[in-house]
């Protein structure tokens, strides 16, 4: 695919996560998904979460895109690259600082369940 760049999310001794950026100018430069890669001893795993739907050949090019530019030069062994991939779209990102301004929310989502 073409204009596709790759910005590191996270990074752990067996694992990476990017967003996966299309676009080079400012005004184009649209997510179009992310990909988290955890390497194991004999594979590397992928799951790939896009946010719109691709054409098939344009989802098989991406793929060697994240193979050649992110798997290969991480230079860790493997066997097969495995990618799970899913069509979806960001719905929000939470942590403990979110539960911790809600507080009493998730109390209240209880009590209203007990009315039901």
């Known amino acids: 695919m073409d204009d596709i760049h790759f910005d590191r999310h996270f990074r752990t001794p067996y694992s990476e996560g990017y ?40 989802l098989t090019k991406l793929i060697e895109q994240i193979d050649e530019d992110l798997v290969l030069s991480a230079d860790m062994p493997r066997d097969d690259f495995l990618v799970s991939v899913y069509v979806g779209r960001d719905f929000g990102f939470y942590s403990d600082e979110y539960f911790a301004e809600e507080g009493n929310s998730s109390a209240d989502f209880d009590d209203d369940e007990d009315e039901h």
């Open 19 to 58: 967003y996966i950026m299309q676009g080079n100018s400012p005004q184009s430069n649209n997510r179009l998904g992310t990909i988290d890669i955890h390497f194991t001893t004999t594979a590397v795993h992928g799951t790939l979460i896009l946010e719109r739907e691709l054409e098939e050949a344009d």
